[in-house]
Structure formats: C-alpha cells, structure tokens
C-alpha cells in the first residue's frame, strides 16, 4: 500500500518518471513540443523564396539546407510542427469526449441506450477510415486542417467507445457503485463522479494513443497531396520533398528526412509513455 | 526421551522491498515440535505466522530469506537433517517425503485444466524411488486409498476437473495429495478458512482421524482459536514477527500469561455456555516495517511500564514441563496477568 | 462564534415494526433452469432489535437480504417499509425508503472508491439531497458521523484516501455512509467475517451502541454463530436452509436449546475457544455432507438427505411448515420434532 495521497495523477508521473523508457519518452515529447511552441518566437517567419539558393546544402545560415523553393528548411521545420500537433490534440479530444460519454452511459444504462450506440459504433466502424477522409478531403479542396481533425475525431471514436462501456459494465457491478446507488445519488453524478475517475488513468492512455494516431493520419492525408498546401506542416514537407525527387540528391535529403524524424520521434516517445504510464496503472487496477 | 522431529532455533525471516531495506517479518522464532506432535501457530494477519510457515519448509516467495538460525529435521534413526543447507534435489525430496505443505485457499491450489487423477499422477511420478517406475495401475490404487482415508469417492473425484468439486472436497483432496508420500510433518496455513462451518467441522474431524492412524506431526497456521483450542496440543501466539507466548492449549486458553493473549482470547464469543463480555485490543497492530521500541505490543498493552518501551522481553519459562518448553511467555509483568471474564447473560 | 450543532434527529421508537418482509420469493432463472435461492421467507426488523440471519453460504441469507434493502426485486412476496410497500413507492416515499433503509457489503475494500476520500463518501449523500447547506456543514456533519463510528479524532480520517485505511477502519467508514441520511435500518451482510477477531469484536460493540442509542434496527446476516448470538443475544435468530427458514426464535433459546437437527448441527460443529470443551462435544453427525443443488432440490422437507431423524414416508413427502413450537416463541419446521413435542405434550 502507497503512502501520500495516492491520486491516479501522482501514479501516472511515478509510472512515467521512474521508468527510464518513460522518461526518455517524456523528455522526447517535451523537447519536440518546446522545439514546436517555444521554436516560434525564435525563429524569422519570413522566409522567402529565393531562387539562388535552392537546394543548398547545410551550412552555418541555413542549418539544415535550403529547399526546391531555396526557402530555409530549419525555419520550415519549427513552423511545420505546430498544425499536426493541434490537429491531433483536437481529432483525439473529439473521439475521447464522444467516446466516454456515449460509451459510459450505454454501459452503466444498457437498454436501449446501449443498443442504439452499439449500432452507431458498428455502422462506424464498417466505414473504411482512410477512403471517407479521401473522399471528403478531395470533394472539399479547400477544406481546413481543423476540420479535418474534427472528422478524424468523429470517425475513430468506435473503438474507444466500445472499450470504455466494456469498463463500465464490469466497474457498475463493483460494490462502491451499489453503495452509491443505495444513496440514491443519480445516474450523472455515479457515472461521470464515482466512475469515471477510476478510468482516468486508462482515458489518458487512449487520449495520447489518439493524438498519435491522428497524426499519422492526417500526415497521410498531407502525403497523398489531399489537403491544401496552405500553411507550413510537416506532411507537407515530406510530400513536397518527395514530389521533388529530394530523395535522389544527396544534399536535398534533410528536407525530406527532419519532418520525418520529428514525426517518428515524437511518437515514438508518446508510445514510450502510454507504455510506462499502462504499466503504472495496471497492477493499480487490478489490485483494487 | 523422545528427540523433537522439528527444531527451530532464532529463525528469522526477512522481505526486501524496492530499494527500502528488508522487513523482517519473523524474528528470532524457536521452538521444537515433537512426533505426533500438533502445534497451532494463532495471531491476526500481518503477525507474520504464515510466512513462519512457509519458512519452515523453505517456500518463502522470491523476495523473502531466511536471515538467520536454523532448522534442524530429525529421522527415526536419530539422523538429522539441516534444512537451511539443503540443496535443490535434496530440498525437493524432503518437502513431500518428510514434510509437507497444505496451503491457504483449497481454490488456487489446482491447476484448473488438469483433472484430480492427474493432480496425483504428477505428485506421486515425481518422487517416486529409485528401484522401479510405478505403473499407472500402481498411481491409480494409491491415488484411491489416499483419497479414501479422507472419505472422497476416489471413482468419481479423480475423474473430476477442480472446479466439479466443493471447496471442502478439494481441501481434502489436497491434504490426501499431502499425505501422498507419508510426510511425518505437516504444515497447514488455515485449513478451514472460507469453509462453511458444517464443512470445517468434517474437516477437523479428517484431521483428528488421520494424525491417529499415520501419526503424522502437524504445524497449523490460523486466526481461528476455536480450531487452536480443537485442534493443537500445544499454542504458540504470534505478534509482530515473535511468537510472543506458547504453552499447552490448556495453559494458554486457561491462563493466559502475556496480554496479548488474553486480549485475543477475549474478543472471541463461545457458542456454548454463558454469554462473557467481549473486548477487543485497543489501536492496531504494527507495521511490520516501523515497529515499536522495547515490547512490540506497548502501545497497546494495559500493563505497560516504563521498561516496555526500552527493552524487549525475552520469551521466558513460567511452568516447566516434560517434553518441549512449557508455558512461556515474553512480558516482564507475566506474573501479574490476570485473566478472568466477565459473564454479561448466563445460559 | 460556534454554529448550532444539527440536532439530534427524532429516532423510531424501541420495538416499532419497520421492516416487514412476507413471503419474499426470489427465483433466478438461468441456463441449467430455474434457481429458487429463496422460497418464502417472512421477517420483521424492529427498531432497536437486531434479528440474525444464519445459514451456510448458498442458502439464501444474502438474497434475502439484498431484496429486503431493495437492491433486488423479489419475484413474490412484498417488503413493506413502515407499512407501505415498497414495490409501490412513489419518488418521494422511494427517497425515503432509500434514506431509511441502508446495506453494509462485506468487503470494505471492495465498498469503498478507491478515488474518492472518507469526507466525499459519507458526505454524497447529504449533499446530493440537500440535507446540508454548505462544504463547512458538510464536514461537520461529517466528523459526527466519524465519531459515531469510533474514528476518532474525526479530522484526521476526513480527507483519507481508502488504500490509506486498514480493514477495520473501512468497514467503519462504509458503515458512517450508512448512518448519513439517519437511516433507521441497516442491513449487514457478513460485514464482519472480513475482519482480526479484535477489530471485529470493537465494530460489533459500535454497532451494538447503535443499536441501543439511535435504536437502528439490524437484519445481521453471518455464518457465525458466536457472533450470532452475541450481538443478537436479545433479538431473534433466524436459521436458512436452501431458501427457507427452517428455525426462527429468541437468540437464548436458538442456541441453548435449538430443535431442528440442522441447528443443532450448526451449532455442534462450532470449533469452542476452549479446549476442554472442544473435547468434550460430540457434533451431530449427518447422512450426508454435500448441500443439495438448489435446481433438484429434494422433496418434502429438503434437509432430509442429510437429516439423522429422518423417517421415511414422513419426510421426504410434503415439506414441513413453519409454526409456532408448543405454542412459544419459537417457529420451526420439523415434522418429527413437531409431532415428539406434541405427543410429549398430550402425554
């Protein structure tokens, strides 16, 4: 038994801050958001094209090459994080709201509540991700980055949805929820008070492996070339540098491999910490 | 004069935790036990007697380790054994043919997706002698009259999956599973704990039964002083790690010596005769990990003195007897415990 | 300047009929058929007296009193609260069923949220049905609810977490949630059979202060007899055997002189705290050990493969009824005891 007051927060930081793959997870994802956030107000937003100077290889004023467009690609790659962040912070707390509010009452309601959502969540679930957002991104061209979070967000919640009322149904039969039941203290506040806070830790989780998936997604989307090529962004640096062939020209590769490596370390060190924190969490949920 | 089949000497058993340091969960535990002989090891949870028990037969988890003493088994023919020094096959040896264990919760203790028959087949192959393989009509015709002496239909059960059978059935098929290879020892951690009573009952009568025909020594663990008093010839109390008090079942439910004891021994309600008053032990037992100074039981002893706090009794002899240590008790007022109850409704 | 404590709520008076249960069926129905774990079960709870529910585990006690706190709904037979029943209750008499009426689980770390602190739990609630003004209410409120309990001092358990108090301490708070809304009945199942022997004698002499201070009335479910008949020593015992009470009467008479052979059984098999008179007792020996499945249950009087009085042709053809004994106090159901008693009298 722990001393101290035991929240589930102060167990997610010991999860994360004791394990060393935690840790080095943690530092990942902070450096990469302070690179992102804190890179803004450092760096020149003005970066113009500059038609002597494309491809230039690294050098002391452009630290990791110039591009196609001879626009420096230091200055690309601070700016281009900030928008698949955002958009995955938004698709996640999208599907994590739909999901814990539709999944927590059909579990603790069941009835025709619960029969109703597990239909939407089979209907969704049959919709084939990737080819919907295809379809939508290439009917709306000028659709906006943040409307495509929202529609990830709409599109994913299924599963999460179906694992949370799997949760609920086994938590509604625990005794604390029958003596709250016997005090007569109303659905709402048994459900989202007496309930849900023993999920937090498990919420967390799936909030985190959302934001990486919608990630993924929408720098998939970035990729194909479905979304408009507006505002400075990861994916569609790696898309540009590949529709420009950087991949043959030794000096080009930076444009081409920064984006990259900042997507695939910044997830990398979400998985590290889903990891440390589900292990954290996980002897705690059995033990209770 | 009779040698002790089991002695125990200043055994003390210690847990790591994390990066704390150790927790010593039994301290400096002696005692002998003697053929035939049937001690019950009493105290609430935490008091460290089950890991005492595990201790004995050297099962202690992974993370527990006897820090100090020593256990000394001894044969018929006067040889003895130190089972601290044994080694691995040596070990293995004497915990089913010496001595063996009957552990807590009859539900964990079978593995659910093999059948009773094969329970025993495994038990009885993998000690089997040297001279010649035992047959499987050999296993089957021991498998029954193991199962017999303990008055379960051996047809029916060895063909059963655990979870076919009531927890007072698998109880007794894992004291038959004990008994297996003719233990002259065995251990016991709570052995009618979650049973219903009329099951407990059957079970104690088992016991009885069986300790007169095969004459088997039996160390039991339990919070159940109703099983001590049906059960043991002799009582030893544990508090916080130390066995605090022993003596004959008489001694110690007739004239309890030290306080701990008799505070146990007063919050348990007979169902026979008159209605006494019930007390319980003021606060809470120790952590095992911050124990108090001097006397462990201070804080929470109505006889305590300014030199409880400083200095730890030592378990002393009160009443010498024949055989083994007598009525002892560690409180440096035993003289001067009194033990009267009083009788709030006569029957 | 000090608030004005609350004050003191108006108690039911000693004796007053509150809980009434009359022909209480519950019948479960599953795949191998259907379960009738209670077959008629008639029961009153009074203020200020407790009555005992004893029987082994599968007999019904605990269907019987999950119905009668209204947490399941009986498949016949009515729970009449105050004399309403309340199948019938509109919202208004349902909250104050509800608020009256309380169940104490038998696992405190099961009943307890683990998120939540000791202030939160009890105080729920007051707070949910505006039975307190503000946060500074609430808490006082809820330190006398602490204090009722014996957590003492109050202020130092408020803000605890569950996995910050022991067993005991648990039950204690879980048992202060149920006296929050001033309830006049609690109903606990086995909510001592969790806890050390001195814990368990200190929460029962709380409750028994309860009991004889706010004069709550008790449905006290248990398998233990000691605890049985001391904490119901002036209320009734009433003994389960697969679903129905075959024994039922004055807790002195039940256990000093029980009539039916299976409380006669129950109590024989007690293991005594005492060893001379653990020696000494003779437990009735049945027929039989296995508890009959409640879906082929036996004809006529169900105990009567286990019965040492059986009688052919008597027994096993029409279930004995539940009636008054020699015109006492006492309700049994035995057709040879029965007809001895009256062939006694007329001799």
């Known amino acids: 038994m722990s001393k101290g007051t035991g929240g589930t927060l102060s167990v997610m930081w ?64 601070v700016l281009g994080g900030a928008e698949p962040i955002w958009v995955g912070a938004l698709a996640a707390v999208v ?54 979070g929202l529609i990830i967000g709409l599109l994913t919640w299924p599963f999460l949805t179906r694992s949370i009322r799997a949760q609920v149904l086994s938590l509604k039969e625990r005794e604390f929820i029958e003596a709250a039941q016997l005090q007569n203290l109303g659905t709402m506040r048994i459900v989202f008070v007496d309930i849900l806070p023993n999920m937090a830790g498990y919420i967390f989780i799936n909030f985190i492996i959302a934001v990486t998936n919608a990630i993924y997604a929408i720098v998939g989307l970035y990729l194909l070339g479905l979304l408009p090529s507006t505002a400075e962004n990861w994916g569609l640096m790696i898309q540009q540098a590949w529709q420009n062939s950087a991949y043959l020209l030794p000096r080009a590769l930076p444009f081409l491999l920064a984006p990259l490596a900042m997507i695939a370390l910044f997830q990398v060190g979400l998985v590290l910490m889903t990891r440390s924190l589900e292990q954290a969490l996980n002897p705690r949920l059995r033990d209770r | 004069m009779t040698e002790p089949i089991l002695s125990v000497r200043d055994l003390s058993i210690m847990y790591t935790t994390g990066r704390k340091t150790g927790v010593t969960a039994a301290a400096d535990v002696s005692f002998d036990l003697y053929p035939g002989q049937s001690m019950a090891l009493v ?4 008091c460290g007697k089950t890991t005492l028990g595990l201790g004995l037969l050297r099962l202690l988890p992974r993370l527990g380790k006897v820090s100090s003493g ?56 993998s000690h089997e002698g040297g001279e010649r393989r035992l047959t499987r009509a050999d296993i089957a015709e021991r498998a029954a009259e193991l199962l017999r002496m303990v008055r379960l239909e051996p047809a029916r059960v060895l063909r059963s999956f655990p979870h076919e059978l009531s927890g007072g059935m698998k109880q007794r098929i894992l004291i038959a599973l004990a008994l297996a290879l003719e233990p002259q020892v065995l251990v016991l951690d709570e052995p009618t704990t979650a049973l219903d009573i009329l099951t407990q009952r059957s079970i104690v009568e088992q016991l009885h039964e069986l300790r007169e025909r095969l004459g088997f020594a039996m160390v039991f663990i339990t919070h159940d002083l109703g099983l001590a008093a049906e059960l043991a010839d002799r009582v030893a109390t544990m508090y916080a790690g130390r066995i605090i008090e022993t003596g004959t079942a008489e001694d110690v439910f007739y004239e309890p010596r030290h306080p701990y004891t008799v505070g146990l021994i007063k919050a348990v309600p007979p169902v026979v005769g008159d209605l006494p008053e019930l007390s319980s032990i003021p606060g809470s037992p120790p952590s095992l990990a911050d124990l108090p100074s001097g006397c462990s039981f201070h804080p929470r002893c109505g006889y305590v003195r300014d030199e409880c706090t400083g200095t730890r009794p030592e378990l002393t002899v009160l009443t010498e007897r024949a055989l083994d240590e007598g009525h002892a008790a560690a409180c440096l007022r035993a003289g001067e415990i009194e033990y009267t109850r009083k009788v709030v409704a006569s029957a | 300047m000090p608030e004005p404590r609350i004050p003191a709520p108006r108690r039911p008076e000693a004796g007053t009929t509150l809980l009434e249960l009359t ?29 005992c529910l004893v029987g082994e585990s599968g007999c019904g006690k605990t269907t019987t009193a999950r119905a009668a706190a209204g947490l399941t709904r009986p498949t016949a037979g009515t729970v009449r609260f105050r004399g309403s029943d309340v199948s019938t209750l509109d919202a208004k008499g349902r909250q104050e069923f509800r608020e009256a009426v309380q169940y104490i689980h038998q ?84 909510s001592t ?44 015992i009433a003994v389960m055997y697969l679903g129905r009470i075959v024994e039922q009467g004055p807790t002195p008479q039940i256990i000093n002189d029980p009539q039916h052979p299976y409380t006669k059984a129950l109590i024989s098999a007690v293991c005594e705290p005492d060893p001379r008179l653990a020696r000494a007792k003779k437990a009735v020996r049945l027929r039989g050990s296995e508890i009959p499945s409640l879906t082929e249950l036996p004809n006529g009087c169900t105990f009567h493969p286990r019965c040492p009085l059986f ?37």
């Open chain 3, 23 to 51: 022909g209480v069926e519950q019948t479960f129905h599953t795949k191998r058929g259907d379960v009738p774990a209670v077959a008629g079960v008639d029961l009153t709870v009074r203020a200020g007296k407790v009555l």
């Open chain 2, 70 to 125: 020593e256990i000394v088994y001894r044969f018929k023919d006067g040889m003895s054994l130190d089972i601290l020094r044994l080694g691995k096959e040596d070990l293995r040896k004497f915990r089913w043919h010496e001595a063996a264990m009957v552990f807590q919760g009859a539900m964990n203790s079978f593995n659910p997706v093999l059948r009773i028959g094969e329970h025993f087949t495994d038990t009885l192959r």
């Open chain 3, 107 to 190: 696992d405190p770390y099961a009943s307890l949220n683990p998120v939540r602190t000791v202030y939160s739990t009890v105080t729920a609630g007051l707070r949910r049905h505006g039975h307190v003004r503000d946060r500074a209410e609430a808490r006082r409120k809820a330190a006398e609810l602490l204090e009722r309990v014996d957590l003492t001092p109050a202020e130092s358990y408020l803000d605890k977490y569950p996995h910050q108090l022991s067993g005991g301490q648990r039950q204690r708070v879980a048992i202060a949630r149920a006296l929050a809304m001033d309830s006049e009945v609690l109903i606990a199942d086995e």
């Open chain 1, 14 to 77: 010991q999860g994360i801050t004791r394990s060393p793959s935690g840790f080095t997870g943690m530092c990942l994802v902070a450096a990469i958001l302070i690179f992102v956030f804190g890179g803004r107000f450092l760096v020149d937003h003005h970066n113009p094209t500059d038609a002597d100077a494309i491809w230039k290889p690294m050098s002391g004023a452009h630290w990791l090459g110039t591009n196609f467009e001879g626009k420096d690609t230091f200055t690309k790659l």
């Open chain 3, 193 to 236: 059979s969790m806890l050390d022997v001195s814990i368990r004698v200190s929460l029962l002499n709380t409750l028994g202060r309860l009991r004889d201070q706010l004069n709550v009335g008790f449905l006290f479910i248990t398998h233990d007899l000691a605890v049985a008949k001391y904490f119901a020593w002036d209320g009734d």
């Open chain 3, 311 to 347: 009688e052919a042709d008597t027994c096993d053809s029409a279930a004995p009824p539940l009636s008054l004994l020699d015109g006492g106090t006492r309700l049994l159901a035995c057709h040879v005891v029965a007809r001895d008693h009256e062939q006694a009298g007329v001799g």
């Open chain 2, 43 to 46: 105290g609430e949870s935490g």
């Open chain 1, 95 to 148: 599907t994590v709201i739909i999901a814990v509010v539709l999944g927590a009452l059909a579990g603790y309601l069941r009835g025709r509540f619960d029969d109703l959502v597990l239909q939407l969540t089979d209907i969704t679930m049959t919709m084939p991700f990737i080819t919907v957002l295809i379809i939508i991104a290439s009917y709306f061209r000028e659709i906006s980055p943040w409307m495509v």
